[in-house]
């Protein structure tokens, strides 16, 4: 069983103002704007676990229309590359809509924080991760960015159902290892989600709970490897974060601490789309290669 790592320097440089503008958004509370369509209540969903309806959504067959390749600097601006996108049909008209990059059956599934730029926020990190090797998926949630749901239906509130779905299709797609990676709100809808979309590996960056939403239960059940992060500008969030990981079922768990940052501010060295990677940046790229040993 490897124990938590405390790193109290080195894990990220000094988050500027400017990252606010191009990476908006956290998961410690309701977002200040929401995107069109989202819940017209700022409270988390309800679905704090996986419920039954979750697990029903996880095995259901939901039709896939694909998308045309997309330039994803006219969504998130630099870089400038190609991702395809991907559609998935859900239950009571729920449409998610889903971002790519990068190829092969190692996949790590991106789940985004609040705020309009939904998984725009992901884009600089999955093309580093992408650069080694990684096919990085960028789901948005019902209620943000492209995806479209009736929020008037449960569905639309159940997060680990459409993490389960989006999973599903992966796997479909070839998908041999899947690591669910979450910032903020993504963090607490991947512990939450990563029994029911049964992945391989978990990562929670500054997920603290939402709302209704609690993440201990469900990290205590994992047996899965299970990576988190937090840093000393959050330093009671993160060490209640640091207390479920080390508490988890898993015998494969490591938390590390940075001294500034939130969510997917701690993985890249500044708020550039080529801004380097952070020790934790690489941390966790090895987490979703299988390599729980990296530093």
Known sequence: MSLSTHRRSGIVTAVTAVIAVALTGCGGAAPAEKPTGAPA????????????????ASTTSAS?????????????????????????????????????????PTVALLLHQTGRSASCGWWPYANHLAASGVRAVMLDLCGYGASTCDVNRPWAHDYPAQVALAATRLRADGAQ????????????????????AKADAVVNLS???????????????????????????EEGDSAQLEREIAASASPTKRFVWAELGHGWN?????????????????????????????T
């Not at 006219?74 to 998935?88: F, I, N, S, T, Y």
């Not at 997920?207 to 500008?233: K, R």
């Open 41 to 56: 209540s700022s409270a988390a969903p309800a679905t704090a676990t996986a419920s039954a309806s979750t697990a029903s």
């Open 64 to 104: 896939r229309t694909p998308g045309p390749t997309t330039t994803m600097g006219q969504l998130c601006g630099r870089p400038d590359v190609e991702a395809k996108r991907d559609v998935l049909a859900g239950p009571e008209g729920g449409q998610l809509t889903m971002f790519s990059v990068g190829s092969g």
């Open 177 to 196: 290892r899947l690591t669910l990676v979450g910032a903020s709100l993504g963090g607490t809808v991947a512990s939450l989600s990563a029994a029911p």
């Open 207 to 233: 997920g603290f709970g939402y709302g209704t939403m609690v993440t201990g239960p469900a990290l205590a059940t994992l047996t899965i490897p299970v990576l988190g992060a937090g840093s000393h500008n």
């Open 266 to 294: 701690l993985v890249l060295d500044g708020p550039m789309p080529d801004s380097p990677l952070t020790p934790l940046g690489r941390v966790v790229i090895g987490w979703v290669k299988g390599d729980y040993a990296a």
